[in-house]
């Protein structure tokens, strides 16, 4: 390869440069169609009550290291066993009958928790 101004560039970067203003419109259309799913992730909640505002209705059944006031970051949803992960140790809740669960993971000063909520399943 020669090191001049009209260098030859190998056929990977010439791909990678095209392929840039498109990954970029990617993202773009990704972050604006997440801020506009209205869902409860990026909602900030000052107590568990918000949070269940922001879910529907359901029922606490278990809280980690929760403080608030909090953002919602993630919400795991299951209608069988929930299982998640959380400071290093695995949790499971069974499946219970007519309910789904929710492990709601919010971001605080004093770090991640997450609260468990039973919801009733819609018939």
Not at 24 to 49: H, I, K, N, Y
């Amino acid at each position: 390869m020669t090191t001049g101004s009209g260098a030859a560039q190998p056929m990977c970067v010439r791909v990678i440069t095209m392929m840039r203003p498109l990954l970029r419109s990617f993202a773009c259309v990704v972050a604006a169609l997440t801020a506009c799913a209205g869902g409860p992730v990026g909602r900030s909640v000052a107590c568990e009550a918000d949070v269940l505002s922001a879910l529907g209705p359901g029922a606490v059944i278990g809280r980690f290291d929760v403080a608030f006031p909090a953002t919602i970051v993630r919400v795991v949803t299951s209608d069988e066993a929930l299982q998640f992960e959380h400071a290093g140790a695995q949790h499971q809740y069974p499946a219970l009958l007519d309910s789904s669960l929710r492990a709601v993971f919010v971001e605080s000063p004093r770090g991640e928790g997450v609260i468990v909520v039973r919801s009733e399943l819609q018939s």
